[in-house]
Antibody, heavy 125, light 111 residues
């Protein structure tokens, strides 16, 4: 059974930093890309960042580029999100999500087939 | 403003059929990127409901179906049940943004 367990959320002041973790189990972690998706209180879903299975490829939404860093430790089956220069608008529940990849010809695509339960990040003074 | 447009809410009586639209543009759905749908029950994490336009993961009832045409996609729920009350999100990829994009979500209410 696939399980994703986020941790590391909490209250942080504007300009501060926080590191989120996502412990994965139930699948061969290094075979799959992973993403972080966030949801502000009462709002919709926003993709934040993704990382390839080996960790060599990383992608970011414009809203977090230059402030957030995604990484993974495949020896620990754990995904991370280092969040710096936090702003009030970063307040959200952060979900880690496993990506499922399929390809047509030379182009591959992803969707999110498993999600963690989320961890709440509140940026406030 | 979401890149993919969904109606904020739809409602129906038990047993009825409801549909949720997801309208994109030439840089996402219209560019050939597939659409996936997620169900978020109150207070829980999203769950994959439909993938690659019209495929159901194991365990998802066949009351849920998806379709895609042109720059839009739709999710249909037939035989509406009380436990279908949830928020539903469409998702695709946008080549202009180089990002996965979601609709703003549609709240389904069972009357």
């Amino acid at each position: 059974e696939v399980q994703l367990l986020e941790s590391g959320g909490g209250l942080v002041q504007p300009g501060g930093s926080l590191r989120l973790s996502c412990a994965a189990s139930g699948f061969t972690f290094n075979n799959y890309a992973m993403s972080w998706v966030r949801q502000a209180p009462g709002k919709g879903l926003e993709w934040v960042s993704a990382i390839g299975g080996s960790g060599g490829e990383t992608y970011y939404a414009d809203s977090v580029k230059g402030r957030f860093t995604i990484s993974r430790d495949n020896s620990k089956n754990t995904l991370y999100l280092q969040m710096n220069s936090l702003r009030a608008e970063d307040t959200a529940t952060y979900y880690c999500a496993k990506e499922s990849r399929y390809c047509r010809g030379s182009t591959c695509y992803d969707y999110f087939d498993y999600w963690g339960q989320g961890t709440l990040v509140t940026v406030s003074s | 403003q979401s890149v993919l447009t969904q109606p904020p809410s739809v409602s129906g009586a038990p047993g009825q059929r409801v549909t949720i639209s997801c309208t994109g543009s030439s840089s996402n759905i219209g560019a050939g990127f597939d659409v996936h749908w997620y169900q978020q029950l109150p207070g829980t994490a999203p769950k994959l409901l439909i993938y690659i336009n019209n495929n159901r993961p194991s365990g998802v009832p066949d009351r849920f179906s998806g379709s895609k045409s042109g720059t839009s996609a739709s999710l249909a729920i037939t035989g509406l049940q009380a436990d279908d009350e949830a928020d539903y999100y469409c998702q695709s990829y946008d080549t202009s943004l180089s990002a996965h994009v979601f609709g703003a979500g549609t709240k389904v209410t069972v009357l």
